[in-house]
């Protein structure tokens, strides 16, 4: 399965440290079954956007030796109103 259609475990996680009054999240790194480091999925790069503002500076593993923002990872930010055409 390429995507969980319930709720994964970085989203999991998220809920648990909203439980705990916790928001800011440092680094983020997402290995799948198979052993490869995946950047998380769009639902969960929405979630962890929402939750803090701050979270934008996040860094995510894309390998290894790599990391991207938040800002890197997503192509759109439907909260950029300023690039938007408006229909």
Do not use: H
Not at 1 to 28: H, V, Y
Not at 36 to 56: F, S, T
Not at 64 to 69: C, E, G, I, P, Q
């Amino acid at each position: 399965m390429d995507c969980a259609l319930g709720t994964c475990a970085e989203r999991s996680a998220a809920f648990q440290m909203i439980k705990n009054n916790e928001t800011e999240i440092k680094k983020i790194l997402t290995i799948g079954r198979n052993g490869y480091i995946y950047p998380p999925c769009g639902a969960c790069l929405e979630m962890v956007k929402l939750i803090n503002p701050n979270n934008r500076k996040n860094k995510f593993y894309i390998s290894k030796d790599k990391t991207l923002n938040l800002n890197e990872l997503m192509i759109r930010n439907w909260q950029d109103k300023e690039k938007m055409e408006k229909y």
